[in-house]
Each structure stands twice: as structure tokens, then as C-alpha cells.
């Protein structure tokens, strides 16, 4: 083949551009789709409450976008020693009409599942857990918010994440993750 003579490389071209196309189904934008959790930086340090090595951490969790997304996966990054329990979405109950606040549903540091104690006399708090749901195979519809609520366990009484990832589909299919940036620890962190 001469240097002028180009017949092979067009198929050699789509051949590339199929291989691409493949595998971009597969590939996660981070932070890029309407999925998004809140943007703070946050800390929890749990005690192992008796012989339950649990907590609860709660993260705000709302679709920016125009139209529904459905959860496919949550999973701990950087977990050390700390297993996800369950994850599941809690309707955020409203604005208390007495003191205009909004609390989200349950509370961090709870342990897991919350007692109806832990839930306590909150706005509507009994009610959002009471409707929750699992959070994998959820549809989440736009403009819609929701508490976001794992249950980890520390199987020896200590561990740690560093963050939780949600991995999503809009409705033309797309695959997004979503990411809070959360570190928790059982057993209560030491003080600084």
C-alpha cells in the first residue's frame, strides 16, 4: 500500500468508533447528571450504641433535572470494616407549621433502623419513615427531594467510609453517579 492510499483505514475508523460507542453505556459522568446530593463535606462519628454497631447517616438527595432518573446502585467508597445494611429514600416530611424548620428523616447517629424513639416527635418524622422505600429500582421524579438513609454496620465494632456513591439512569438511558462526600466512623471519632 502506498503512503497516498487510505482504502483500509475507514473501516479500521468505525471499527474504533463501534468499540467506543460501546463502552461508553458503561461509563459513569460524575456529578455531570440532575442526581445530586448536597454539596457540603460532612462528618459523622458514631458511637456502637450497646451491641449495635450501627448508624444512620442521612444525606439530602434531589433531581435537579426535567425528568424522572432511576437508582441502580449505592455503595460505600473507601469502606474500611463497615458494610451498607440498606439504603432506602424518605419523603422529606414538609415545613413544621409551629417553627417553619425542616428535618430530614431519620436523624444521623441513630443507629439502624431507628427506634420510634430516635424518630422522637419531629414534623411528620413518623410518617416520611413510614413511606419509605429501597432505594435501588427507585424512580426519582424531577424537582423532587428525598433523605437519602444507609444503615452501616461495623461487624467488629469499628470502621469507616469515606463517601456514597449513587449510580443512576435518566430516562434517554444515560448512566450518571452521584457522590456525597461523607466520612463516617463507628466507633465515635477521637476528640480534636
Given at each position: 500500500?502506498?503512503?497516498?492510499?487510505?482504502?483500509?483505514?475507514?473501516?479500521?475508523?468505525?471499527?474504533?468508533?463501534?468499540?467506543?460507542?460501546?463502552?461508553?453505556?458503561?461509563?459513569?459522568?460524575?456529578?455531570?447528571?440532575?442526581?445530586?446530593?448536597?454539596?457540603?463535606?460532612?462528618?459523622?462519628?458514631?458511637?456502637?450504641?450497646?451491641?449495635?454497631?450501627?448508624?444512620?447517616?442521612?444525606?439530602?438527595?434531589?433531581?435537579?433535572?426535567?425528568?424522572?432518573?432511576?437508582?441502580?446502585e449505592i455503595t460505600l467508597t473507601?469502606?474500611?470494616?463497615?458494610?451498607?445494611?440498606?439504603?432506602?429514600?424518605?419523603?422529606?416530611?414538609?415545613?413544621?407549621?409551629?417553627?417553619?424548620?425542616?428535618?430530614?428523616?431519620?436523624?444521623?447517629?441513630?443507629?439502624?433502623?431507628?427506634?420510634?424513639?430516635?424518630?422522637?416527635?419531629?414534623?411528620?418524622?413518623?410518617?416520611?419513615?413510614?413511606?419509605?422505600?429501597?432505594?435501588?429500582?427507585?424512580?426519582?421524579?424531577?424537582?423532587?427531594?428525598?433523605?437519602?438513609?444507609?444503615?452501616?454496620?461495623?461487624?467488629?465494632?469499628?470502621?469507616?467510609?469515606?463517601?456514597?456513591?449513587?449510580?443512576?439512569?435518566?430516562?434517554?438511558?444515560?448512566?450518571?453517579?452521584?457522590?456525597?462526600?461523607?466520612?463516617?466512623?463507628?466507633?465515635?471519632?477521637?476528640?480534636?
Amino acid at each position: 500500500m502506498s503512503r497516498g492510499d487510505n482504502r483500509g483505514a475507514l473501516p479500521a475508523v468505525v471499527m474504533v468508533l463501534a468499540v467506543v460507542a460501546g463502552c461508553a453505556d458503561s461509563a459513569h459522568t460524575q456529578g455531570a447528571g440532575p442526581l445530586q446530593f448536597s454539596e457540603t463535606v460532612s462528618r459523622l462519628c458514631a458511637p456502637a450504641v450497646g451491641d449495635n454497631p450501627r448508624a444512620t447517616r442521612v444525606e439530602p438527595l434531589w433531581n435537579r433535572g426535567t425528568g424522572p432518573v432511576v437508582i441502580e446502585e449505592i455503595t460505600l467508597t473507601s469502606a474500611e470494616g463497615m458494610t451498607l445494611v440498606e439504603a432506602v429514600l424518605v419523603p422529606v416530611p414538609g415545613t413544621d407549621p409551629e417553627d417553619g424548620t425542616v428535618t430530614l428523616v431519620p436523624a444521623n447517629d441513630a443507629g439502624y433502623p431507628p427506634s420510634p424513639e430516635t424518630l422522637g416527635s419531629s414534623f411528620g418524622a413518623v410518617d416520611a419513615w413510614a413511606a419509605r422505600e429501597q432505594t435501588v429500582g427507585a424512580t426519582i421524579e424531577p424537582d423532587k427531594e428525598f433523605s437519602l438513609a444507609v444503615g452501616l454496620e461495623a461487624a467488629d465494632g469499628s470502621g469507616s467510609i469515606k463517601a456514597i456513591r449513587a449510580v443512576y439512569r435518566d430516562e434517554a438511558g444515560r448512566r450518571f453517579e452521584a457522590v456525597a462526600q461523607t466520612e463516617v466512623r463507628i466507633p465515635r471519632c477521637a476528640e480534636e
